[in-house]
């Protein structure tokens, strides 16, 4: 096989190697939408009642809590059960969607 080739290949693999794993480690890193976040929160407070409003900070924050540091989402829901309406307050991680707190106010 000629030299230029081979170096080509080489090059060519290396290149699509380098590119793969940063396509894969900045996957890992990416947050997910606010939009996400407030579907899965919803989906877990739904029940026993029935979600009538919601709102969440578009951007994440940092927060530390136990000397560990999170990226979070900032929300709240209005529920409506057959008895009350519950106002509540959320923090949820913004890689995984997962509730950290929540908050009646």
């Not at 877990?44 to 709102?55: C, F, H």
């Not at 927060?63 to 990226?71: A, D, F, P, Q, W």
Request: glycine share 8%; aromatic share 8%.
């Amino acid at each position: 096989m000629n030299l230029k080739i081979k170096h080509f290949l080489i090059g060519a693999t290396c290149g699509f190697a380098v590119g793969f794993l940063a396509q894969a480690f900045l996957k890992n890193n990416q947050f997910l939408s606010s939009e996400d976040v407030i579907k899965k929160v919803k989906d877990a407070l739904k029940t026993d009642g029935r979600i009538s409003g919601s709102w969440i900070m578009t951007k994440p924050e940092t927060l530390e809590r136990n000397m560990i540091t999170y990226h979070v989402y900032r929300g709240g829901i209005t529920k409506l059960t057959d008895t009350e309406q519950i106002n509540m307050e959320f923090l949820a991680d913004a890689k995984t969607g997962t509730i950290l707190e929540v908050e009646k106010i």
